[in-house]
């Protein structure tokens, strides 16, 4: 069984990613990009389906001597050991070392390298992961221009026996790959090999096969390094060079070193601000500029449910939010890069406009399962693609907006192309604005006019009025103005109920949303209005959970909920955030500073999070880690400095 979702760390280099858990396994990693096909699925599945343990092959405490039955000898003759229930036995020759979590963990600094250690009974090791940052021009100082994952093992104390175990199992765990050992040069170098895909392990450990796995043992002492590497290069190609570990391990830490020192926050919430940028720096495809919501699919909302969805591409909404919180701490280079995308996405048809593309601007996401994979913690099915790229959300165009506006508003060149694509969107929603959509949560049952919809619509509209104000470009400013005006008065006569003070979810339902809580932030209307109070309130009263957490809207356990799908869900974490944001707005500041602790201290122990928290399991739930977790925890953050929400402040 994979382990918990919030066990998992991340590491990547802006084309793809893996998650390492505290065992020392890679159960996740697509290569060579974000939606690739996974060469190790254990995450979805079990060992069978792919990954890479590198760990201790010695008791991770020491040995109990009363535990009897083994001699002194025997146990200092043995090979590999391990302590299992308070008895001694021998590692076969065939296994992966024992699944012993770390004794402790973190990045080095403010980068994307894993550190885990281990103390066992003969010793102390650290382990070292990370992949390369790679360019179309060839890495950041040079480096690989192919995805690489490189490991170091360090010993720091004593003398301890390591064991790597590697399965590689092509197109998602299941194809298995022909591995054999290729001669280069004086080296002796492993490779598998599928179809179109080919992977390369180099070590300095020699490695044997058994069991379609490859294993090396090796011993580690005190001030030793010994270190490995898995490249992929398409299997037409000759074999790629042989990776420097050392050198590529001081270019990553130079890059995010250079890259980190951009931000412009130096408020009190750096540490967790600084991790999220970097999380959402490593969920940004470089060649082009894309963003994935996450570099995961199919880990559940709900444990054992339905609700397990693709996240590997590029939703316009998430997109344009992250690239607002880049953007408010100093990152225009990435701002640039995602306007482009957008051009190239949307190309010359504004009007067909998707919710989501590939990471280079594909359209078709066929939703396919994987039914040879069991689901995380048994959660089916296992989906790629996304169905969902199909639907109308009418949302998608302020948040678009949104990001273009901001981008000017904080000195980004000007685009001529990308102003043309505002006014061809705003033209769009002159015409459909009154449509129904499935809505920001992209529900799979009826349409409905939902109120953030209308509302981001607006917030369109509002901004390109602006645009057209502060700049020399034209437009007509009279028709717009009374658009505006028109999408306004529509939402506060439908989406109202006047009886209980507080928006609903769609015109004439009864229903509470989350979403609501984005009517003051985006100016719709202002903190101090009664209905807005009146919304916040009401979200506190019905959609809170008993910790404190804000789910997105009620959900009907079995039977079909207002989403169109069974089950129920975690606390979705952004929408947590957002109530933050709103309490700090209405001066409820202590209140806000409270929430925003409690959120923060829901993060893993390198500082990730997962889209979704479980309040009956008290567990991370959803794919990991999720942009849109991390970009309202940045949000919240600015703002609560601003505001004076820390103490000291």
Same mark, same amino acid.
């Given at each position: 069984?994979?382990?918990?979702?919030?066990?998992?760390?991340?590491?990547?280099?802006?084309?793809?990613?893996?998650?390492?858990?505290?065992?020392?396994?890679?159960?996740?990693?697509?290569?060579?990009?974000?939606?690739?096909?996974?060469?190790?699925?254990?995450?979805?599945?079990?060992?069978?389906?792919?990954?890479?343990?590198?760990?201790?092959?010695?008791?991770? %405490?020491?040995?109990?001597?009363?535990?009897?039955?083994?001699?002194?000898?025997?146990?200092?003759?043995?090979?590999?050991?391990?302590?299992?229930?308070?008895?001694? %036995?021998?590692? #076969?020759?065939?296994?992966?070392?024992?699944?012993?979590?770390?004794?402790?963990?973190?990045?080095?600094?403010?980068?994307?390298?894993?550190?885990?250690?281990?103390?066992?009974?003969?010793?102390?090791?650290?382990?070292?992961?990370?992949?390369?940052?790679?360019?179309?021009?060839?890495?950041?100082?040079?480096?690989?221009?192919?995805?690489?994952?490189?490991?170091?093992?360090?010993?720091?104390?004593?003398?301890?026996?390591?064991?790597?175990?590697?399965?590689?199992?092509?197109?998602?765990?299941?194809?298995? +790959?022909?591995?054999?050992?290729?001669?280069?040069?004086?080296?002796?170098?492993?490779?598998?090999?599928?179809?179109?895909?080919?992977?390369?392990?180099?070590?300095?450990?020699?490695?044997?096969?058994?069991?379609?796995?490859?294993?090396?043992?090796?011993?580690?002492?005190?001030?030793?390094?010994?270190?490995?590497?898995?490249?992929?290069?398409?299997?037409?190609?000759?074999?790629?060079?042989?990776?420097?570990?050392?050198?590529? @391990?001081?270019?990553?830490?130079?890059?995010?070193?250079?890259?980190?020192?951009?931000?412009?926050?130096?408020?009190?919430?750096?540490? +967790?601000?600084?991790?999220?940028?970097?999380?959402?720096?490593?969920?940004?495809?470089? !060649?082009?500029?894309?963003?994935?919501?996450?570099?995961?699919?199919?880990?559940?909302?709900?444990?054992?449910?339905?609700?397990?969805?693709?996240?590997?591409?590029?939703? @316009?909404?998430?997109?344009?939010?992250?690239?607002?919180?880049?953007?408010?701490?100093?990152?225009?280079?990435?701002?640039?890069?995602?306007?482009?995308?957008?051009?190239?996405?949307?190309?010359?048809? +504004?009007?067909?406009?998707?919710?989501?593309?590939?990471?280079?601007? /594909?359209? /078709?996401?066929?939703?396919?399962?994987?039914?040879?994979?069991?689901?995380?913690?048994?959660?089916?099915?296992?989906?790629?693609?996304?169905?969902?790229?199909?639907?109308?959300?009418?949302?998608?165009?302020?948040?678009?907006?949104?990001?273009?506006?901001?981008?000017?508003?904080?000195?980004?060149?000007?685009?001529?192309?990308?102003?043309?694509?505002?006014?061809?969107?705003?033209?769009?929603?002159?015409?459909?604005?009154?449509?129904?959509? /499935?809505?920001?949560?992209?529900?799979?049952?009826?349409?409905?006019?939902?109120?953030?919809?209308?509302?981001?619509?607006?917030?369109?509209?509002?901004?390109?009025?602006?645009?057209?104000?502060?700049?020399?470009?034209?437009?007509?400013?009279? %028709?717009?103005?009374?658009?505006?005006?028109?999408?306004?008065?529509?939402?506060?006569?439908?989406?109202?109920?006047?009886?209980?003070?507080?928006?609903?979810?769609?015109?004439?339902?009864?229903?509470?949303?989350?979403? @609501?809580?984005?009517? #003051?932030?985006?100016?719709?209307?202002?903190?101090?209005?009664?209905?807005?109070?009146?919304?916040?309130?009401?979200?506190?009263?019905?959609?809170?959970?008993?910790?404190?957490?804000?789910?997105?809207?009620?959900?009907?356990?079995?039977?079909?909920?207002?989403?169109?799908?069974?089950?129920?869900?975690?606390?979705? @974490?952004?929408?947590?955030?957002?109530?933050?944001?709103?309490?700090?707005?209405?001066? %409820?500041?202590?209140?806000?500073?409270?929430?925003?602790?409690?959120?923060?201290?829901?993060?893993?122990?390198?500082?990730?999070?997962?889209? /979704?928290?479980? #309040?009956?399991?008290?567990?991370?739930?959803?794919?990991? +880690?999720?942009?849109?977790?991390?970009? !309202?925890?940045?949000?919240?953050?600015?703002?609560?400095?601003?505001?004076?929400?820390? #103490?000291?402040?």
């Amino acid at each position: 069984m994979a382990a918990r979702i919030e066990d998992y760390a991340l590491i990547g280099d802006m084309q793809t990613a893996a998650l390492v858990s505290r065992d020392g396994a890679v159960d996740w990693l697509c290569l060579p990009r974000f939606d690739s096909p996974a060469v190790f699925a254990g995450l979805l599945g079990t060992d069978e389906h792919g990954f890479w343990r590198i760990g201790p092959a010695d008791p991770d %405490r020491p040995l109990d001597p009363r535990s009897g039955g083994v001699s002194g000898a025997a146990r200092a003759q043995a090979a590999n050991v391990f302590e299992e229930s308070g008895e001694l %036995r021998i590692l #076969p020759p065939t296994a992966a070392a024992p699944a012993q979590p770390a004794t402790r963990r973190r990045y080095r600094g403010d980068s994307l390298i894993l550190e885990q250690e281990w103390d066992t009974v003969r010793g102390s090791v650290r382990v070292i992961d990370f992949m390369p940052p790679r360019h179309v021009s060839g890495g950041p100082h040079g480096g690989t221009t192919e995805p690489q994952i490189i490991r170091i093992v360090e010993g720091l104390s004593g003398r301890v026996r390591m064991r790597s175990a590697l399965r590689m199992r092509f197109s998602y765990g299941r194809v298995v +790959p022909w591995v054999h050992k290729v001669e280069d040069g004086e080296n002796t170098r492993t490779v598998a090999v599928a179809g179109p895909d080919s992977v390369w392990l180099d070590g300095e450990a020699d490695t044997y096969g058994r069991n379609l796995t490859t294993y090396a043992d090796f011993t580690v002492s005190r001030g030793q390094r010994i270190a490995f590497a898995l490249t992929w290069q398409p299997s037409h190609l000759s074999a790629p060079d042989q990776p420097d570990a050392e050198e590529a @391990l001081t270019d990553t830490e130079q890059f995010w070193s250079e890259w980190v020192a951009q931000c412009t926050y130096q408020g009190p919430y750096r540490e +967790p601000v600084i991790r999220s940028l970097i999380t959402l720096k490593a969920l940004t495809y470089a !060649p082009t500029g894309g963003i994935v919501a996450a570099p995961t699919t199919s880990l559940p909302e709900d444990i054992g449910g339905v609700r397990n969805w693709d996240y590997r591409f590029t939703w @316009l909404r998430d997109a344009a939010i992250t690239l607002s919180s880049l953007l408010r701490t100093g990152y225009r280079d990435e701002a640039g890069a995602w306007r482009e995308w957008l051009l190239r996405a949307v190309a010359g048809d +504004p009007e067909n406009l998707q919710i989501m593309y590939g990471i280079a601007g /594909e359209r /078709e996401l066929t939703e396919a399962t994987l039914d040879w994979l069991p689901g995380y913690e048994g959660s089916t099915p296992v989906r790629i693609g996304n169905g969902a790229a199909a639907q109308l959300q009418l949302d998608v165009y302020g948040e678009v907006v949104e990001a273009l506006h901001l981008g000017h508003m904080t000195g980004l060149v000007r685009n001529d192309h990308a102003h043309v694509l505002q006014l061809r969107l705003i033209s769009y929603l002159e015409q459909h604005w009154r449509q129904p959509d /499935e809505g920001i949560w992209e529900v799979r049952g009826p349409r409905r006019h939902f109120v953030h919809s209308k509302v981001m619509a607006w917030v369109a509209v509002d901004r390109t009025i602006r645009m057209i104000e502060e700049t020399p470009h034209e437009g007509p400013l009279d %028709r717009w103005r009374e658009l505006r005006d028109a999408i306004h008065d529509d939402v506060c006569e439908r989406g109202y109920d006047r009886e209980r003070n507080t928006f609903t979810q769609s015109y004439g339902s009864k229903e509470l949303d989350a979403s @609501l809580l984005l009517i #003051p932030q985006m100016g719709f209307l202002p903190p101090d209005d009664k209905r807005v109070i009146g919304t916040i309130e009401a979200i506190q009263r019905e959609l809170m959970t008993p910790d404190g957490f804000v789910l997105r809207y009620p959900t009907s356990g079995d039977s079909e909920g207002v989403d169109g799908l069974p089950g129920d869900e975690g606390a979705f @974490l952004a929408c947590s955030f957002w109530l933050a944001d709103d309490l700090a707005m209405i001066g %409820r500041i202590d209140e806000a500073r409270d929430l925003f602790d409690r959120l923060l201290a829901i993060r893993n122990d390198v500082g990730l999070l997962a889209e /979704e928290w479980d #309040p009956k399991l008290k567990r991370q739930v959803g794919n990991f +880690p999720q942009a849109f977790s991390h970009v !309202p925890l940045i949000d919240t953050a600015l703002r609560l400095t601003a505001a004076g929400g820390v #103490p000291g402040i």
